[in-house]
Nanobody, 123 residues
Framework: QVQLVESGGGLVQAGGSLRLSCAAS????????MGWFRQGPGKEREFVAG????????FYADSMKGRFTISRDNAKNTVYLQMSSLKPEDTAVYYC????????????????WGQGTQVNVSS
């Protein structure tokens, strides 16, 4: 029933920008937190950013603060991740997630995951 489809990944040079989108379907997600995680080669999946149900609260991993911005459009059931000043270490598969509560700050609170979109940042 629940589908999360990421898009917008690709190859970008260091210092460039990219905007990821995640379209949710099968349910209305306006009551739930959504977020982004990523997994680089040989690394554990890590938290990138999260946003509360109404968009009033946002959370970022330290390495992403000031560079990444998460936002959502509940009318479209879509969450975005605007990435700027990209670095080679940002190379990873980025996953969209949705929780079953308004605010979620850990991976165990997220119930559904998208298929991921690949982001490659060249030096």
């Amino acid at each position: 029933q629940v589908q999360l489809v990421e898009s917008g990944g690709g190859l970008v040079q260091a210092g460039g920008s990219l905007r990821l989108s995640c379209a949710a379907s099968g349910r209305t997600f306006s009551s739930y937190a959504m977020g982004w995680f990523r997994q680089g080669p040989g690394k554990e999946r890590e938290f990138v950013a999260g946003i509360s149900c109404g968009g009033m609260n946002t959370f970022y991993a330290d390495s992403m603060k000031g560079r990444f911005t998460i936002s959502r459009d509940n009318a479209k059931n879509t969450v975005y991740l605007q990435m700027s000043s990209l670095k080679p270490e940002d190379t990873a598969v980025y996953y969209c997630t949705v929780a079953l509560r308004c605010i979620a700050q850990s991976s165990r609170e997220y119930a559904y995951w998208g298929q991921g979109t690949q982001v490659n940042v060249s030096s």
